[in-house]
């Protein structure tokens, strides 16, 4: 796809955790870095967390379906970083953020929702310490420039700062929570998307509810 490796992306186990949630009284999914999950069920939230990475949450409420995607640019080095701009279409980072925004429109449309009546919330591209200041900065910068270029219905957004994110969202009525994760568990997070990072690039190679912010 795209000329690149192909990525599991759709509902696929080994990039989300199921579990049920005793206070919401509901199932929730945890999407890892690099997956995606959509569904149908009225009982299910879908979660994860971000630091530099970006989740995009998209949802027909007509067709009562919705899924969220959490991907990072593919980069090797700094100067790649340096020189990548979201207009290069036909750069690997550009093309992988591209696969894996049509990867969950397109489950969402061939499982019965209309793009003409998505919608969409984006969040996360944080700038954390080190190389993930600029990947954060260049994430933004990518969907923001896909969502104007392909024209999608963003209602809402909270993207870049320094805070890393804990993200909830209903995938059927479209509401989203959002927690600004606290520093002692920044650590852990930015050890997640690494070795998300060091993944990514041998593929390309080869080929409590505080202090939330509701999005409604």
């Not at 340096?82 to 093309?95: G, H, M």
């Not at 499982?111 to 998505?118: I, K, P, T, V």
């Not at 260049?138 to 969502?147: E, G, P, Q, R, S």
Request: charged fraction near 25%; proline fraction near 4%; include cysteine.
């Amino acid at each position: 796809m795209n000329g690149l490796k192909d990525v599991k992306l759709v509902n696929d186990e080994r990039h989300f955790n199921r579990f049920y949630h005793p206070q919401r009284e509901m199932h929730m999914v945890k999407v890892f870095p690099g997956g995606l999950y959509w569904t149908q069920q009225e009982d299910e939230l879908i979660a994860t967390g971000l630091g530099s990475c970006v989740a995009v949450c998209i949802w027909d409420e007509f067709a009562s379906i919705g899924g969220m995607n959490h991907f990072l640019l593919p980069f090797c080095s700094y100067s790649e970083i340096n020189a990548w701009r979201p207009a290069e279409l036909i750069s690997t980072p550009s093309r992988y953020g591209s696969h894996a925004m049509e990867m969950l429109i397109n489950a969402l449309v061939s499982h019965g929702a209309r793009r003409s009546e998505l919608k969409v919330k984006l969040f996360g591209g944080a700038q954390m310490m080190g190389r993930h200041s600029m990947i954060g900065e260049k994430n933004v910068a990518f969907i923001l420039d896909y969502a104007e270029r392909e024209q999608l219905n963003v209602v809402a957004q909270d993207l870049g700062g320094m805070e890393p994110r804990r993200i909830i969202f209903n995938p059927i009525s479209g509401k989203a929570w959002l927690k600004r994760v606290p520093y002692t568990e920044v650590h852990h997070l930015q050890q997640q998307e690494d070795k998300y990072a060091s993944q990514l690039g041998r593929e390309t190679l080869s080929s409590h509810d505080d202090e939330v912010e509701m999005f409604e």
